[in-house]
């Protein structure tokens, strides 16, 4: 979900929203992601290569642009939501 994309700013900020243990596919394009767990328990992240990192709430974490596709997976027992923020 678009959150904010003004023709001016060189960024965008979307909000992914995942149900409990519920998976969401993602790709780096060539570009960073900023992650930040705004509500639930968190994701774990788990690139194509197979490296893992836990991400709770309110925490933030930097996806380099070299990571390529990734997935979020949500902990927990109830809904998450994360804020991404990429330069377009």
């Known amino acids: 979900e678009l959150l904010g994309a003004l023709e001016e700013m060189f960024y965008e900020v979307r909000r992914i929203a995942l149900d409990a243990g519920a998976v969401a596919d993602d790709d ?9 767990v705004v509500e639930g328990e968190g994701v774990v992240i788990e690139t194509a290569a197979g490296d893992r990192h836990a991400l709770s709430y309110a925490e933030t974490l930097t ?7 990734y997935t979020l997976r949500a902990v927990g027992g109830g809904p998450v939501k994360v804020v991404k923020a990429l330069v377009r």
């Open 28 to 36: 780096t394009d060539g570009r960073f992601h900023v992650l930040n």
């Open 63 to 69: 996806v380099p642009a070299a990571v390529g596709a």
